[in-house]
């Protein structure tokens, strides 16, 4: 994650596309673009399950045993699905980068608070 870290930094300011620090409020209007982008790559993730979900369903009514239908759509979505988290995994590391975290280190910090919660969701076994 440290490499997709510091190539995002680099790539970012070669493209132009660090946030802005002249001052507040241009950091303000950059941050939130950002969020805005960010939000609207998640949404695209959330299109692309959408459409596997609808191209399972379809399979289905076809006569496609369902866990073959799935797999099927899983298989037509996952390159596009994957260039919309690309996209998210960039406006992350914007992040990261501007508020000069280690996006590795707090992965692995709130996973280990994650783990250790005491109101853990309960899921089935």
């Not at 994650?1 to 930094?9: L, R, V, Y």
């Not at 799935?70 to 298989?75: E, L, M, N, P, Y």
């Amino acid at each position: 994650m440290k490499e997709i870290q510091s190539f995002s930094k680099q790539f970012q300011q070669e493209m132009g596309w660090i946030i802005n620090e002249e001052s507040f409020e241009k950091s303000r209007a950059s941050l939130l673009n950002n969020y805005m982008l960010l939000s609207t790559e998640i949404a695209e993730v959330a299109e692309e399950m959408r459409r596997m979900f609808n191209l399972t369903y379809r399979s289905i009514q076809d006569g496609v045993e369902e866990g073959e239908a799935f797999s099927q759509a899983k298989a037509k979505v996952k390159e596009e699905i994957g260039k919309e988290l690309a996209d998210c995994m960039a406006y992350l590391m914007k992040f990261y980068n501007y508020f000069d975290l280690d996006a590795e280190e707090t992965f692995y910090q709130k996973m280990d608070e994650v783990k250790n919660r005491t109101n853990k969701d309960v899921t089935k076994k």
